[in-house]
């Protein structure tokens, strides 16, 4: 039988598909099925390019994972831009990222068309009713399988649950990924100067302080110019959650430059959770809001741009870091602070989702269909979603 590496020298065998095909293939399905936010986008990008396509192992993804938690920018298409890069080069760079985004920006764009048009959101509860409980499966089986090569010793252990608990009692996500990864360093550091004299000095990263504002100017009318900067400002600095995106939304076209009530920013916020893809699909909706369909291109481009450059350095240091070991304990500390919140999204999130009878039973069937049977994470988003249209729609009307 031929292994899937073959080059189809025999006569019988399947022309073997090109990288940048593949990476086409993958995130464009990626993009159009990514329910859940970045914790399920990472969990289905782990199934496929790691379990399913043998792309890279468990210790080069959670090394990606952790590196793309230091930049700023949306995390999970961060992802699929450095996984698009591995696997075929600056081409795969570009297409891996445009294909994540693309079907996401879409929707959303005709979301904002109807917005317009009719005054109010689309509604998605139903779909999403039955996504959400059957997403945690998923990030559970990435969460214990990254874990295990996580987790190297009891002190990264103790670590993971002090930054577990801290997050779920509000503590920034960010300060806690830098402290933690910090006090690692430091705690096996420490250990090395007790059993050996040294004379290195590990390196601490610093985190420059960037202002929300992108200058002082106040414009009275829509301007191109100005929305391509601001969104290219908040690609380029925001770290964090879609609260904090919220934040800086709300700073530049509610409190500075006027062009969008609290009402709009609020329905902007709800299309981009609710959508597949990354959440920063917002910029399509707010540049169509302001701007038209032109502006919604000019704003998505802008706010995801910064990801492709900061990502495109990344993938040549990464290595570099990893080979050098006070650079790489570094890393490790990272590594399992990353994991340790994307754990705590994930009790969140299944708080939040996993609210009744028929909830229970798909999040019980979903955890049966990925750890017993290997269900496909795509196949099981797709379930979950029309389980939850069916009983939506059986219980309360189709009308």
């Known amino acids: 039988m031929a292994s899937i590496d073959s080059t189809g020298d025999s006569p019988d065998a399947k022309p073997k598909s090109s990288p940048i095909a593949e990476v086409f293939r993958l995130f464009l399905k990626l993009g159009l099925i990514g329910f859940g936010g970045p914790a399920a986008h990472i969990a289905m990008m782990r199934d496929e390019v790691v379990q399913r396509r043998r792309w890279l192992n468990d210790q080069e993804f959670l090394d990606m994972v952790g590196a793309t938690n230091v930049i700023p920018g949306p995390n999970s298409t961060e992802m699929a831009i450095h996984l698009g890069h591995r696997r075929a080069g600056w081409r795969g760079l570009i297409v891996g990222g445009a294909c994540f985004i693309i079907p996401a920006m879409l929707i959303v764009l005709?979301?904002?068309?109807?917005?317009?048009?009719y005054g109010e959101t689309v509604k998605a509860d139903w779909l999403l009713y039955g996504i959400k409980p059957v997403i945690i499966a998923v990030i559970l089986q990435a969460l214990l399988a990254l874990g295990r090569r996580a987790i190297k010793?009891?002190?990264?252990?103790v670590i993971v649950a002090a930054v577990i608990a801290l997050y779920l009692i509000g503590i920034n996500e960010l300060?806690?990924?830098?402290?933690?990864?910090?006090?690692?360093?430091?705690?096996?550091?420490?250990?090395k100067v007790w059993k050996e004299r040294t004379n290195g000095?590990?390196?601490l990263p610093l985190i420059a302080s960037v202002p929300p504002a992108f200058g002082a100017a106040t414009v009275p009318g829509f301007s191109m110019t100005t929305l391509f900067l601001t969104f290219l400002k908040i690609g380029a600095v925001l770290y964090g959650s879609g609260y904090v995106l919220l934040a800086f939304l709300h700073g530049d076209f509610v409190d500075r430059l006027g062009w969008l009530?609290?009402?709009?920013?609020?329905?902007?916020?709800?299309?981009g959770q609710f959508t597949p893809g990354p959440v920063f699909t917002t910029a399509t909706f707010v540049g169509y809001l302001v701007g038209g369909w032109p502006a919604a291109l000019v704003a998505t481009v802008a706010i995801f741009l910064p990801a492709f450059v900061f990502v495109f350095f990344l993938s040549r240091i990464l290595p570099i870091v990893r080979r050098s070991p006070t650079a790489g304990l570094l890393l490790d500390g990272i590594n399992a602070t990353s994991l340790a919140i994307m754990a705590g999204v994930t009790w969140q999130l299944g708080r939040a989702s996993v609210i009744d009878w028929f909830t229970i039973l798909l999040g019980l069937a979903s955890l049966l269909a990925v750890f017993r049977l290997k269900v496909n994470s795509a196949w099981i988003v797709l379930g979950g979603g029309l389980a939850g249209l069916a009983y939506k729609g059986v219980t309360q009307g189709f009308n």
Do not use: N
């Open 110 to 117: 005709a979301i904002a068309i109807l917005y317009v048009e």
């Open 153 to 157: 010793g009891p002190v990264l252990a």
């Open 175 to 191: 300060l806690l990924l830098f402290a933690g990864a910090a006090l690692y360093l430091l705690i096996k550091q420490g250990f």
């Open 201 to 203: 000095i590990a390196l």
């Open 261 to 271: 009530t609290e009402q709009q920013l609020l329905d902007a916020i709800a299309v």
